[in-house]
Structure formats: C-alpha cells, structure tokens
C-alpha cells in the first residue's frame, strides 16, 4: 500500500492525464517516444545557455502528445536553470499582435527558485545603483528603445507603490500611457524624457523581449525558453493578419533579416500536422503564395516584409519535426504505468489490478495516444468499481477545421 504522499501524487497524475491538461509533473513520469526530439532539444539547449538563439518547431497529430512535449522540454530547462514560459495560443494571444503575445509571454515567467510565476521577484532584487541594476541599464540605453530604458529606470528608482506596479505592469507587457510615464519621470528626475521616435508596437515589442532575455542571463540563469502551443491557431486569421503573424513569427526566430536575432532565446513550437498541408501548401490556402502576392501588393507598400513571412512559412513547412509514432513496447511500458499510478492513486487490492495485455486491446488501431489513456483510465475506473473486465468502445472526436474564422479575427493596427 502507497503511502499518502505517493497517493496524492499519483491522484494529481492520474486526473491531470483524465482530463487531457499536460503538466510539467506528468511528463516526468510519462516520456515515452520522443527520444530523438528531446535530444535535439538538450544540443539546442546547449547552444542557447552560451549565449545563442534557437528554435524547434513540432508537428503532429490532434491527441499525439505535442503539448506532452513541451511539458518534457519544460521540465528539462528548467533541471539546467533556464527561465521558462509556456503558452498556450487563443483569441486573446493572436499571433499578429506580437504585444499580446508578449504579455502572455511575460506573465507565463517561471524563474527557477522563485514562486510565482512574471519576473516581479526577480526585479525586485535588482536594487538602484547595484552593478546588475547598472548593467541592465547600460544594456537598455544602449541597445533597446528609449523607453524601456526610461521605465526600467523609474522602475528603481519610484518609492510609490501603485506608480512601481504600473511600470512594472508596462515591462510584462501592459504599455502604459505615455502622459504617465513622463509625468513619473519628472517626478523622479526633474527632468523630461526624450525620444528619438515615438514607440511602434509592431516593430519595437522585440526590444521587450530582449530586455527579458538580458535580465534573465545577467540574473545567472541559462536562458529564457518560450514553448508556443496551438500555434495552428493562426490559420484562423485573415489573410492580413496571418501576413503580419508570420513576419512576427520570422523575428522572434530570427528569420527576419531586418531585425537583429535575441540572443539567449529557445522557442519551441508546437502546431497541428494537417496546418502544413491545409493553410500553407498548394492542396489547401496555400499561403506559401497568396501572403507574399497580398503583401507585394503596392497599395498595401508591405513589400519589404515578403522575405520575412516566405522565411517563416518555409520554416514550418520544410523544418518541421513530426513527432515519432508510439511504437507497441512505448504503448505497452506507458499502460503499464498507468495501472501502477492508478492503483497508487485509489489503494487497489493487486487481485483487481488489470493486466496491460488487457488494456493494450484499446490501443489498436490507429487511435490518438491520448485516445487510448483516456479508455485506459475509464477501463481502470470500471474495473476498480465493479471488479471484472469491462466492455468499452472507443470513438474519437471530430478534431475540427483550420478554416478562416471572423470571430477569430483581430485588429492589427499599430498603436503606441
């Protein structure tokens, strides 16, 4: 018998793998098949903590284990001290508005050591006038727009509550307004800002991102790894919007020519297999050819970001790792796991216990791996209830489409 400690634990694992919400705590117990993906992902791993920037991108089926993947990734950076967000893509992240998917980004932090997630605690260590405090301004000064580096150093030096939380809410991503942030600094400085050029949501966020990363490195973590799922989501945006996702998508990549690429930086993404085939290539939209045609169009003077979205597209659709099919001894060591969690979890006499040969009959077939947990565990619900075999059937949901969806849509416009 289990002791408490164990039981809960295995509850948590068994309920989180019931209701098909990935978390960090199961992809540490549950990691087979993606062997090759994870080792790719350590070398990447590697290179960024010396300073470089990577990405991966992942596809596979709906229920395959892509988000399993990101939490597996997740797990591994944080073990070598990288900073970590993880997001999942929706109506409120849309990725041609790449403020938005800064703040949610920004507010996905988890700092190792540190418990709660954003970067808060982390700044709040920095004091005025220390040598980090003095390195992350000369960066900001020198390298990033004028005004990350006027908050960053109001930031430190405001004494007022409600005015530090509003500079700090502007460097996760909530931009506040301007008329604040001089009025603050003249408050603290006696002096007013001054800025070459107004900021420009579109084309200066990046600069967000490269604050982070810099504070994250010269704090002594790793790196900062951004996990990006449902990426597939973009394809719900019209054909402009999903342009200027893709042009977004080339700079954080550092795809994008024309803007310097982050330093220190790993994304993983994670999309739907059939977005290659139904958003990109000639059998569906096809936007490998219409974006670029839609953005050379002389009325829209977008030219110039051809190469950009083309290099983004390219990406997805030729560098794409598909994830590796569970093969029968994968399926086979998971189930047998899962029977062990589930006894852990609820106490079962070992007479009860089921055999994985009698769970394995569920996974036949071609059926998502997360199709055959979830008939795994109601199998294992049944029997533990009412002490015999059970007779389940199996059927899989409809997955939906990637089509263009108004409602999805968002204004793109750039604001300051």
């Known amino acids: 018998m289990p002791n408490e400690m164990d039981s809960r634990a295995a509850r948590r694992i068994v309920e989180a793998l019931r209701a098909g919400i990935p978390s960090c705590e199961v992809s540490s117990v549950f990691t087979e098949g993606q062997a090759n993906l994870l080792q790719r992902s350590g070398a990447d791993l590697t290179r960024v903590a010396q300073g470089e920037s990577a990405y991966l991108i992942a596809r596979g089926q709906y229920g395959e284990g892509k988000s399993h993947l990101l939490s597996a990734i997740e797990n591994m950076a944080r073990a070598e001290r990288f900073v970590v967000s993880n997001v999942v893509l929706s109506k409120e992240t849309p990725f041609n508005r790449i403020n938005k998917v800064y703040q949610a980004v920004a507010h996905s932090v988890r700092v190792p050591d540190l418990p709660r997630p954003g970067f808060e605690d982390l700044l709040l260590r920095i004091g005025p006038g220390t040598p980090r405090a003095d390195e992350i301004a000369e960066f900001a000064e020198k390298h990033l727009h004028p005004k990350i580096w006027y908050v960053f150093k109001n930031y430190l030096s405001e004494g007022d509550g409600l005015k530090r939380a509003q500079l700090y809410d502007d460097l996760a991503g909530a931009s506040m307004a301007m008329q604040d942030l001089r009025a603050i600094h003249r408050g603290n400085f006696h002096e007013a800002m001054r800025f070459p050029r107004r900021f420009l949501i579109q084309q200066d966020t990046q600069d967000y991102f490269r604050f982070l990363s810099f504070v994250f490195r010269s704090s002594g973590y790793a790196g900062w790894v951004i996990l990006l799922d449902e990426v597939e989501l973009l394809s719900k945006l019209g054909i402009g919007s999903r342009a200027q996702a893709y042009v977004n998508l080339a700079t954080l990549l550092g795809l994008n020519g024309d803007v310097t690429a982050l330093s220190g930086v790993y994304f993983v993404l994670a999309l739907a297999s059939p977005f290659v085939e139904e958003a990109l290539l ?49 399926i086979d060591t998971m189930l047998k796991r899962l029977e062990a969690f589930h ?20 996974a036949l077939g071609s059926n998502p791996i997360r199709t055959t947990i979830r008939a795994a565990l109601e199998y294992l619900d049944l029997l533990y209830q009412y002490g015999e075999p059970p007779d389940i059937e199996v059927r899989r949901p409809d997955t939906g489409s990637l089509a263009e969806d108004t409602s999805f849509e968002t204004d793109d416009r750039d604001n300051n």
């Open 343 to 362: 006894g852990s979890a609820y106490g079962w006499d070992d007479t009860l216990n089921a055999t994985a040969v009698e769970i394995n009959a569920l």
């Open 282 to 330: 000639s059998g569906g939209r096809h936007d490998l050819a219409r974006v670029p045609e839609w953005l050379a169009d002389p009325r829209r003077s977008r030219a110039g970001d051809v190469s950009a979205a083309t290099a983004a597209m390219q990406a997805i659709a030729e560098q794409s790792i598909p994830l590796a099919p569970m093969t029968e001894q994968n």
